[in-house]
């Protein structure tokens, strides 16, 4: 079984540049998840879809970040402009069942930004 | 505000011996957590969970105690392997916030052959 995939696994941007992430979940999962993981700190979720609908935005950035699932399977996620401060790895997980005990999250690689 | 905190960014234990990583919470309404291991350019994966209306789950050389009225959660790996080491990321979540969880800082942990 394929894992979750992600793309580009690196990124350098300069600071007021855009920038777009993509995600491919694993086939049949329901549920997509976007984290934002900066450096030293613990995975922070920016936005959750259950097939092609929000579940959960309200850590996202709106006024910046801006995230995308169209037919309920892969997923983007942008940043428009970058400030410095978003550099770090994002990280894109997919889920089976989308209730609350699908602990099985399935993470990517990851993308690594650096907005210099 | 960091719910859920791992004080100990490293750690170093020989092949064998006993890991344990401690986490520590602040909300209350926290009733079910997790630990990921994370590798090197890789996502976490999950290693195990428990339920608050539990305070031990076991599985394998993993064992994951919840202490409630501490706010405290650890992971023992016993015994500790080389390729245990990573990094560890514990995790928390409400029952009524959907499905987020908050994660910790992480711990490193190496295990010396």
């Known amino acids: 079984e394929a894992g979750v995939a992600q793309s580009p696994r690196y990124k350098i941007i300069e600071k007021r540049q855009s920038v777009a992430f993509w995600c491919n979940p694993i086939?049949?999962?329901?549920?997509l998840y976007w984290y934002q993981q900066i450096l030293g700190q613990g995975p922070k979720l920016l936005i959750q879809f259950q097939n092609n609908g929000v579940v959960d935005d309200s850590q996202l950035p709106k006024d910046r970040f801006s995230a995308e699932r169209l037919k309920g399977v892969d997923s983007t996620l942008k940043i428009q402009p970058a400030k410095l401060e978003d550099s770090a790895v994002y990280l894109c997980?997919?889920?089976?069942?989308?209730?609350?005990?699908?602990?099985?999250?399935?993470f990517g690689p990851g993308t690594r930004l650096t907005v210099t | 505000d960091q719910q859920v905190k791992q004080n100990s960014p490293s750690l170093s234990v020989q092949e064998g011996r006993i890991s344990i990583l401690n986490c520590d919470y602040t909300?209350?309404?926290?009733?079910?957590f997790l630990w990921y291991k994370k590798y090197p350019a890789e996502g976490p994966t999950f290693l195990i969970s428990?339920?608050?209306?539990?305070d031990k789950n076991e599985d394998g050389r993993f064992t994951v105690f919840l202490n409630k009225s501490a706010k405290h959660l650890s992971l023992h790996i016993v015994p500790s392997q080389p390729g245990d080491s990573a990094v560890y990321f514990c995790?928390?979540?409400?029952?009524?916030?959907?499905?987020?969880?908050?994660f910790g800082t992480g711990t490193s942990l190496t295990v010396i052959p």
């Open positions: 909300n209350s309404m926290f009733d079910y």
């Open positions: 086939s049949g999962h329901a549920t």
């Open positions: 428990i339920s608050s209306i539990k």
């Open positions: 997980a997919s889920s089976l069942r989308p209730d609350r005990f699908s602990y099985e999250q399935y």
């Open positions: 995790a928390a979540s409400v029952a009524n916030t959907g499905n987020q969880f908050y």
